[in-house]
C-alpha cells in the first residue's frame, strides 16, 4: 500500500494560483495513475486531474487551461499548479493513487488539503 500527504493548500483571491503536493511514502514510478480530486459539501467528489505511469495527463473540463498536473518520480511527489483559481474551485483536494497490479486494482487516497478561493 501507500500512504499520500497533501500540502500546499489554503485561501486565495479569485485569479491567484496555488500549487499543491502529494507526497508518496514509496515510489511511484510503477503506479499506474496519480490524481488529484476535489470534494465540496453537498456535492460529488469528481476528478480534477489525473496524470498515468508514462506521463499522460487528462483534466476535467472545468479546470482545462488553467490547471496543470506533473508528477516527479525521484521525490515521489504528485503536483497540482493550480491557475486563474475562481470560487468554485473551492474544496477539499485528495491525492490518489491508482495501483493496477495484474487483474486487480487498489485505490488510496490522502487526507485531503482545503482549497478556498475567496476575496
Known amino acids: 500500500q501507500v500512504q499520500l500527504v497533501e500540502s500546499g493548500g489554503g485561501l486565495v483571491q479569485p485569479g491567484g494560483s496555488l500549487r499543491l503536493s502529494c507526497a508518496a511514502s514509496r515510489s511511484i514510478f510503477s503506479i499506474y495513475a496519480m490524481g488529484w480530486y476535489r470534494q465540496s459539501p453537498g456535492k460529488q467528489r469528481e476528478l480534477v486531474a489525473t496524470?498515468?505511469?508514462?506521463?499522460?495527463?487528462n483534466y476535467a473540463d472545468s479546470v482545462k487551461g488553467r490547471f496543470t498536473i506533473s508528477k516527479d518520480n525521484a521525490k515521489n511527489t504528485v503536483y497540482l499548479q493550480m491557475n486563474s483559481l475562481k470560487p468554485e474551485d473551492t474544496a477539499v483536494y485528495f491525492c490518489n493513487a491508482h495501483l493496477v497490479l495484474g487483474p486487480a486494482e487498489y485505490d488510496y487516497w490522502g487526507q485531503g488539503t482545503q482549497v478556498t478561493v475567496s476575496s
Open positions: 496524470i498515468r505511469s508514462g506521463g499522460s495527463s
